[in-house]
């Protein structure tokens, strides 16, 4: 299929030899590909660097730049860094929509062009995506990771690009896959994800999971709530149900003792009131209405605020 509307597509990664062929032919089997695809290794150790260039030698849509080993897998902070590497590395003025996409996903053929199709029919959608599952081990079925509606999901975000800049992309801190959703509505734009059959994918490397383990992830989710400025009662209730999903109760425990610990220990804050009043005012209406009427109110509230054209008082978090 013809894409009347440029893409990018930018993909950072470390050490993705167990799932990125999977990845790779998953894109490549879309009815609508990337207009370009920017792959940024970040010094990975294994094969990698030699599947990458077989599949670049095969398709010149796919572009590979090289990063130099930083000795570790830097989680949040690492994976932006690298993410803007691939991102200021090409003319931006070339494409109208923007996906930040990982290598440990399998997508189902159409994704691309379903939702292609969705930002061409509301002008104000800025961010979304399809819902990711993961194979659970003992059953052997797919399980929903029970993401919200209210934002694209972080391993594979669409974005128009002119929100995309608006919002000043990506936060280089753990949660940037969250703020950006909120900053969305903050300007008048909407985030959103669908759980429609043909934008299910599988998400080979469960989320909220750590090269570290499982807890290590939790917890490091926990420090990001805090981080991104979450009250403590929607922190507590936040956990309380992660605890219903697995790793039943003690994954809802880490996220929980995470924020409490950074609490404690006065870690950094995002420094942006405007953004942390925001935010609170929509998670106590999180609770009082749920969700997802809390986010139809904001939506509805929000659009005389949607300036697509004024690009005025960009943040830049980068």
Known sequence: MENSKSFLLIS???????????????????TLRPTLWVIVDDGSTDSTPEILAEYASKYDFIKILRRDDRGGRSVGPGVIEAFYSGYNSVDKDKFEFICKLDLDLELPPQYFEILLKRFAENPRLGTCSGKPYFLEKKSGRLVSEKCGDENSVGMIKLFRKECFEQIGGF???VMWDAIDGHRCRMLGWIACSWNDPDLRFVHLRPMGSSHRGMLTGRMRHGFGQYFMGTGFSYMTASALYRMTRPP????????WWGYVKSMLSRQERLEDRHFRVFLRKYQWSCLLRGK?????????????HWQPVQNTNIVSWS
Do not use: H, K, W
């Open 12 to 30: 950072p990664c470390r050490d993705e030899a167990s799932f990125m062929s999977r990845t790779l032919n998953s894109v490549i089997g879309q």
């Open 248 to 255: 039943y109760i003690v994954g809802g425990v880490a996220m």
């Open 171 to 173: 936060v280089q801190q």
């Open 292 to 304: 997802m009427r809390a986010t139809e109110l904001i939506n509805e509230t929000s659009a005389s």
